[in-house]
């Protein structure tokens, strides 16, 4: 890995004293955040509306380079040891400088946080030890060799050390723990309604041009893109691809398009010999699971048409899927290609596994997570019921579908999961799970690869650029290709609308903050 010196600050002075205009902004957003503890659950929706109330070390541009936040600067010492410094102007909503005592409290406080549905542990647990050097200046030691310091810690929100090494989760649903480090504070919280802010009077970075800003979470796509054309709100998020082609000619409306660092996938529960929702063409229960057996796996993979999905159930607006993300992104093996649709190789495979007359599996997806996420798995099961897998499909809501996988509820689920870097994707979706570990966080269905995940560990201790990504790349090639331990589908573009009069800045996360939607 290179070791340059330090890695400084872009220059900020220019945009700190830019007045805010009176003009309030309202947004409407698909989904709203599960808590307002910003260390209670890793998840897309939360994140975006959190970023607006609390900031992190090192901050990420739209398309996930690392800048500086809270910290100005940062830098290895040796392959166990970062240095942070941080900016001398930095402080809490209520007047308080931040200091490194304040991020070592944020950081430890991320693994005792009870009940979580999406631990963030995964970005703490390489951590020995957080030495405060002094009130600006903080070294975080590791166990091992481990040089994705600096991407853990774009992801960990700061919150100050006066809140109190008692505080819950609670604290901050109910507004108890109202101290703040990003651009706005909070006024009003309605779970699943609204989110009322107000600018910082105490934010020190570049001022937006919103005095205040409201988040109405439309959950309903059609009801989201009315409140749009109405003028209740003046952007949105997660366009409905149903109002793609309406938008697209309608001069009130600007649209904004960008590739998403996400996959839409499909897990298989590769752990038990008796899964819950697989069945025999009677409807008894199946064993041993045929989910075990990677030739099922790959019928099922050749079985999806993924172009057809991406033209037909997602008007154009993804592109279909073989890595854990684009290609082109470090660690991503450019020779894995897209699984070809191939219905009677799958029906080959099936009977080669012993199940020629098929079998039975629910598949259980969300209805109000991802654009036409309902439709896009009645696509997979009609593809899946083709080669006589008899395929159900259960939808439920994002609030209870993911609390459900958590506990290994499903046999089969389709979701999507995303991030800046391949080692995020492998630690927290694809690698086994591993509690004391801090990986596979988001493994809900517990499929696994040891051969792939002896590549991963040593992967996390390397500290040489194109030794860690070749690692990374051939663990991929074995749990992807080989395995089929996971099948991924399509990578989905974020599309964002706004008044014809503003621009919004697409971030390919799908992050939509108010203050990057800016007058033109």
Known sequence: MSRKATILAAALAAGLAAPALAEPLTMGIKLGPSSLDPHFRFAGETDNTLEHLYFRLIRESPTKELRPGIAQSWRAVDDRTWEFTL???????DGSPITAEDVAFSLRRVPRIEGSPGSYVIFTRAIEAVEVADPRRLRIRTRTPYPFIPIDMARIFIVSRSLGEGVK??????????????PWVLETYRPGEVLELRANPNWWGERSPWSRVTIRTVSNDAARTAALLSGAVAAIDEVSLADLPRLRTDRRVTLTQIPGSRVMYVAMDMDRDESPFVRDRAGNPLTPNPLKDVRVRKALSHAIDRTAIVERVLEGAATPAANLLPDGTPGTNPDLKPTPYDPDRARRLLAEAG??????????ATNDRYPNDDKVAQAIAQFWTRIGVQTEVALQPNATFFAQASRQTFSVMAAQYGASDVSTMYRALVHSYDRAGGLGSANRTRHASPRADALVREALATMDDAKRNALFAEAARIALAEETIIIFVYYPSYVYAARQDLTVEPFNDGRFLAHEIRKR
């Open 87 to 93: 900016r001398p102007e930095a402080t809490f909503s």
């Open 169 to 182: 989760t609670d604290d901050f649903n109910a507004g108890r723990a109202a101290v703040f480090s990003g």
């Open 355 to 364: 199940l020629a007359e098929g079998f039975r599996v629910t598949l259980h």
